[in-house]
């Protein structure tokens, strides 16, 4: 396979990827949190935060690095395409309407195209340019996945589509990056700080869990969770063949 076609390939892949967990923000916190009032306010600051989940996903999914311009850019699309969105809406509805994945795909768009044309920020002290900051939104990740995205998955059928596509884009990622590529744009911060690299294959997990002094053979925890998602891929795959037949 071409360079250009495994590009192409990684870059789509990032699209999905960052717009269906920008998608499972915004709805499952949104059929959290619908019956506070002001609801547009709500809807609103939920949305920009999943912009913000969205453009970060694309710029390090894309880019295998923590680009803030790439960032920026995506972000201030989807911002643009979230507030159109969110004018055009007169009844706010629940489950989450899937027109909101149009913004949520132009900051995707916008960020995983110009993480490479754009350079990244120069190296500072603060916090969000930091390989912590990274580790935190690993730690987030980790939270909300298993947290929120697994059980709701598991009551309700109308995550599933997406978490699916979550897990199957992840799969084409991985390989492609040689490994986690949040791992690598932590990684890459490490190395501009001076401190030693987390193994790609093993991951964040792994690492998290050696330091609490849990030892793990180093690909278990990327083989569970490869079968993890094999294995609920599979289920709701089953699942919805079952339902077409059904309708017959």
Known sequence: ????????????????????????????????CRELPPKMAVLAAIGALSILVTSIYAAVTAGGELNWNAVTSGGGVGILGMG?????????????????????????????????????????????????????????????????????????KWPRPFAAALICSAFVLWPSWGGCPLTMAENKLRLREGKAIIPPEEGFIKNVLDRWGVPLWGHAVSSALHGIGVCLCSWWGIEWLMSLFSRR
């Open 84 to 156: 159109s969105w969110l004018m055009s809406q007169t009844n706010l509805q629940s489950p989450i309407p899937h027109t909101i994945l149009i913004p949520l795909t132009l900051s995707s768009v916008a960020a995983a195209a110009t993480v490479k044309s754009l350079p990244s920020r120069a190296a500072t002290h603060r916090f969000y340019s930091t390989s912590r900051f990274v580790s935190v939104v690993h730690l987030l990740q980790g939270v909300f996945l298993f947290g929120v995205v697994l059980p709701t998955c598991i009551a309700w």
């Open 1 to 32: 396979m071409s360079r250009a076609i495994r590009v192409s390939l990684r870059t789509a892949a990032a699209v999905i990827f960052s717009t269906a967990i920008g998608f499972l923000f915004v709805a499952l916190f949104w059929q959290l």
